[in-house]
Structures are given as structure tokens and as C-alpha cells.
């Protein structure tokens, strides 16, 4: 009997699917993203919120898009303390 859906791979929609769907979403990332530098950058498991009028929706696209931001520098200072000292 020929397949009802021409051009499917049967052997993906088992157990490999998982496998197969991560290793072709970094490749296209990884493919992607000499071609997007410097002004944007391919990011795989990225979550976007849309909001309109009280409706919230999250959306786990396989690969985004971004515009390349460099996150500032934390500001403030940074100090250490020393480990306490305990007598036996």
C-alpha cells in the first residue's frame, strides 16, 4: 500500500524524532549564524512573550533571530570575605 503522506519519513515520527529534531535545529543556528554576524545572532530554546490587551503568549521558536545587544557590565563593587577560622 503506498504511504498516505508522499515524501514523509515514517522512521522519523518514532523515537529518533527527538534526536533528529535537535541535532538539525543547531545546525541550522550553527549554518545561520556566520551569515547574520555582527548585527544579529541565530539563539536555539529562546522564549518570546507577545502580549496584546490582557492576552499573554509564550512562543519557544526552533531558532531565533535577535538583534546582537553586549550586556553592560554589572555595575557596583565586589568584595571578598574571608572563610572563617574555627579552633579544634
Known sequence: MPSKFPG???????????????RLITAIADELGPAL???YVARIQERIYLEQE?????ILPDVA?????????????????EAPVRSL
Open 54 to 58: 490582557g492576552d499573554s503568549r509564550l
Open 37 to 39: 554576524r555582527p548585527r
Open 8 to 22: 514523509m519519513d515514517c522512521f522519523l515520527e518514532g523515537q529518533v524524532w527527538e534526536d533528529f529534531q535537535h
Open 65 to 81: 533571530l535577535l538583534t546582537e545587544t553586549t550586556p553592560d557590565p554589572p555595575r557596583g563593587r565586589v568584595e571578598v570575605m
